[in-house]
């Protein structure tokens, strides 16, 4: 999970776009509840129409995972479910209100976005309708109460969020901060990993790969620096050619670019002088 600036796409809105959701929540706002959802998705093209202004802000790399899978139906998931959220109680509405709101829009694979159980090792995730709180009690019916809430899941649009998860070289993610010391950032972390499914097997794959490539790289990368610096000039040629490599693979557009930061971070030590310089 890389930070995403939403921001920058309030600017990008197409013409005449908060006109078209706007109608789209006046109709909304008078159905009767149990109209309420079918009056919300006849208007989906309302979301969808932003998908290229989403996709765009994270160089089309889903917010939650950072995969660029181009077999998945991106999909956008609005970060406050539109829907009653799974862990509320019957009464709750659902956000409804925030269903054409392109603040609560976030862009998400399906694997992220859509609940499914991994049938190789029946492990499951998929965000869906879940919203966590750390307070369950203190859940807005309306947009008067939201500032009150604490949400449970972990959120690329702030930067602080994204700070919480680490990437090891098994190619999975887990809590950076440690349960004993602060409890709720762990409980955010782990929640996070489960609903977003971040540990399904196909991704943890890729980071696997990945964490290969880098490994290869950084091996090279020692015996070019060091023949480098004995004055063989093709070794200075090779050893430029490497830290371009690793330094691309850290970039916001490349895919996995958080999990590359923490897989190069861990080749730092003395044998490695070069890497500080990299990061
Ligand atoms: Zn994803």
Not at 66 to 74: F, G, I, L, P, T
Not at 163 to 178: A, H, M
Not at 244 to 263: I, K, P, V, Y
Request: hydrophobic share 35%.
């Amino acid at each position: 999970m890389r930070h995403v600036d939403l921001d920058r796409a309030g600017a990008a809105l197409p013409e005449g776009w908060e006109t078209r959701a706007a109608a789209a929540l006046a109709e909304v706002a008078t159905a009767p509840p149990d109209k309420r959802s079918a009056a919300i998705n006849k208007y989906r093209t309302v979301w969808r129409e932003l998908a290229p202004v989403l996709s765009q802000l994270s160089h089309s790399k889903c917010w939650y995972c950072e995969a660029r899978e181009n077999r998945s139906d991106k999909a956008i998931d609005h970060f406050r479910p539109k829907a009653k959220p799974v862990e509320a109680d019957d009464t709750h509405p659902g956000y409804w209100w925030r269903a054409f709101d392109w603040k609560n829009f976030r862009y998400s694979c399906t694997f992220c976005n859509s609940r499914r159980v991994n049938v190789e090792d029946g492990t499951g995730g998929g965000k869906h309708d879940h919203f966590p709180l750390l307070i369950e009690d203190a859940r807005a019916f309306d947009e008067s109460g939201i500032d009150g809430e604490n949400p449970t899941l972990l959120d690329p649009i702030k930067p602080g969020d994204t700070t919480l998860l680490y990437f090891n070289e098994e190619g999975r993610v887990e809590s950076r901060i440690s349960k004993t010391i602060h409890a709720i950032h762990w409980l955010r972390a782990n929640t996070s990993i489960e609903l977003y499914h971040l540990n399904h097997k196909e991704i943890v794959e890729d980071r696997i790969s990945l964490f290969n490539s880098i490994k290869s790289l950084v091996g090279l990368g020692k015996i070019c620096f060091d023949n480098w610096q004995a004055g063989n000039a093709a070794a200075e040629a090779s050893y430029n050619f490497v830290v371009g490599r690793l330094t691309a693979l850290l970039q916001e557009q490349a895919e996995f670019s958080t999990a590359a930061r923490d897989m190069v971070r861990g080749f730092r030590d003395d044998r490695h002088p070069w890497i500080d310089g990299i990061l």
